[in-house]
Antibody, heavy 122, light 109 residues
Framework: DVQLVESGGGLVNPGGSLRLSCAAS????????MNWVRQAPGKGLEWVSS????????FYADSMKGRFTISRDNAQKSVYLQMNSLRVEDTAVYYC???????????????WGQGTLVTVSS | EIVLTQSPGTLSLSQGERATLSCRAS???????LAWYQQKPGQAPRLLIY???TRATDIPDRFSGSGSGTDFTLTISRLEPEDFAVYYC??????????FGQGTRLEIK
């Protein structure tokens, strides 16, 4: 079975940093695009970032550019999200998701982890 | 950036009824690269439909997707108790950003 397990969330002060991890199993990790999607409390889904299988196509939502960095380690079957200069409005559950059917870097999302909560507050 | 607008915001129906959810795009979605997801409280979203009309693995055939261009529909033919949830559409036909609709809440009447 496909499993995506996020970790690294928690409480952080505004301006602080966190690094999220997503450990994958049950599929050939190196063949898939990976994505981060977030959901603020009581709100809808917001795409954050994507990285293709070879790490040569990386995209970010505008509000995350320059603050967030996505990366992956195919040997470790993991994808990461380094989040710097965190703002109160970054408070959300962050999901990692396996992408497929990609077009120009955009994919539909086959499988999702259970998410990790990031709370930015003083 | 393609903006997706879902309607209605909330849909109140009874078990056994037919549900019709709409997703309208601000510009044409290339190659009908539109997906639908279901999300229940406290759970991650689950892929239902991709390519506007292709059911994902293990999705019951009471779920169907249709549409093209800028207008798409998710239909649930006969509502089961487990179908009451929030539904999101998502387009992936253009370069990022991937965009989602704001969601339709399907609630028990």
């Amino acid at each position: 079975d496909v499993q995506l397990v996020e970790s690294g969330g928690g409480l952080v002060n505004p301006g602080g940093s966190l690094r999220l991890s997503c450990a994958a199993s049950g599929f050939i990790f190196s063949s898939y695009s990976m994505n981060w999607v977030r959901q603020a409390p009581g709100k809808g889904l917001e795409w954050v970032s994507s990285i293709n299988s070879g790490s040569n196509y990386i995209f970010y939502a505008d509000s995350m550019k320059g603050r967030f960095t996505i990366s992956r380690d195919n040997a470790q079957k993991s994808v990461y999200l380094q989040m710097n200069s965190l703002r109160v409005e970054d408070t959300a559950v962050y999901y990692c998701a396996r992408g497929w059917g990609c077009s120009g870097g955009s994919c539909f999302l086959l499988d999702w982890g259970q998410g990790t909560l990031v709370t930015v507050s003083s | 950036e393609i903006v997706l607008t879902q309607s209605p915001g909330t849909l109140s129906l009874s078990q056994g009824e037919r549900a019709t959810l709409s997703c309208r795009a601000s510009q044409s979605v290339r190659s009908d690269y539109l997906a639908w997801y279901q999300q229940k409280p406290g759970q991650a979203p689950r892929l239902l439909i991709y390519g506007a009309s292709t059911r994902a693995t293990d999705i019951p055939d009471r779920f169907s997707g249709s549409g093209s261009g800028t207008d798409f529909t998710l239909t649930i033919s006969r509502l089961e108790p487990e179908d009451f949830a929030v539904y999101y559409c998502q387009q992936y036909g253009s370069s990022p950003p991937i965009t989602f609709g704001q969601g339709t809440r399907l609630e028990i009447k």
